[in-house]
Structures are given as C-alpha cells and as structure tokens.
C-alpha cells in the first residue's frame, strides 16, 4: 500500500503563509530544491487544494520557469510526470496535463487511491491536509522548516485537531533549513 505524505514549507514558528497570504520569505536555495526535486519524483499522485494547485501548475504552463536552470528544468519534468488531484469546489477546469478535479474531499476515494497506488502520494495545502489528518488518512508527515519567524498566518499544521507524532528522522542543511519527518501515532 502506498503511503500519503503530508509535504509542507513552514516557518520556524509553524506558518506555511505569513499574515498577507505570502510565502516570500522562501528563498530559493539549490541544496534543498534539490532536496525538495528528489522527494518530489518518489510520488506517483499529489493531492492539492485549489491555492497550491494554482501555485504549482506554472512549472507546466511557464516554460520560462524551467528554462531558468537545469535544476528547475528537472523539477519541472518530475513534476509533470506525476497524476494530480485537485479538490475545489470553484475551478471549473484545469491548467495542467494528467489532472483530475474533484469537488469534495473523500476519504474513502482517498483510502483506494492509496491502496492501489504504485508509488505514494503527496498532499499539500493545509486545508486538504487538515482534512486528511481529521480522517486518519496521512501515514507521514515531512516539515521543512525555514529559519524565520512570521508572526502569524496560515498554520502548517491544522488547529483544532489533536495529532500526536512519532519522530522519524532529520535533515539538516547548510543553510539552517531543518526537515522534520514524523509519522502519526498509530499509522
């Protein structure tokens, strides 16, 4: 059975968001998008929620993003290679090759797609996550915390939903990034 892997940028002091909405603060470091493009080819499917979806789709529908190196050039390719589910109930259509839209999250669609998964799938947004943690569904979740504080914004893990961890593992790297690996007690 495939894994779903819960994938999140946090600050230090736990937002994936400061206050305006923005993720700027996330510089661009070529030690973790190396990272970051390894973990990312490991994934068959990835589940979004609109925002993230929206993010992410430019790495297929700007070329100019992945003429930028030949490390977001391959990004860019692993990206593309994997399925995408993308939960809103306002998208009509999507931007992006090898998308599905869905209007609700469901945890039983989500509980078959894991058991007949070749490879794990990823989720991202903390809502859609949020929902998944509620139902039982994340077998792990992976925190790159960046060496900032915000001061607030949008959680990386949901409020009002008790979840203890078990540790799993670290990396560090050279520019104090630190990803957290945990899995949920009792997955």
Do not use: H
């Amino acid at each position: 059975m495939a894994k779903l892997i819960y994938v999140n940028n946090v600050s230090v002091d736990g937002y994936i968001e400061d206050e305006s909405g923005a993720f700027a603060w996330l510089p661009l470091d070529d030690e973790v998008f190396t990272f970051t493009t390894d973990l990312v080819r490991s994934v068959g499917t990835f589940l979004y929620g609109r925002r993230l979806y929206e993010s992410m789709a430019v790495w297929e529908t700007d070329p100019a993003l992945a003429a930028q190196s030949a490390r977001m050039a391959e990004f860019a390719r692993v990206w593309q290679a994997a399925d995408k589910v993308v939960y809103s109930t306002t998208l009509t259509a999507t931007s992006t090759a090898r998308t599905s839209l869905e209007r609700r999250f469901d945890p039983a669609a989500v509980r078959e797609m894991k058991a007949t998964a070749d490879s794990d799938l990823m989720i991202g947004g903390a809502d859609l996550a949020a929902q998944a943690l509620r139902a039982g569904l994340v077998d792990e979740c992976q925190l790159i915390v960046w060496p900032v504080s915000v001061g607030g914004g949008k959680p990386g893990l949901p409020p009002g939903v008790r979840t203890d961890f078990e540790f799993l593992g670290e990396r560090r790297f050279g520019n104090g990034v630190v990803v957290l690996r945990y899995r949920p007690v009792g997955r």
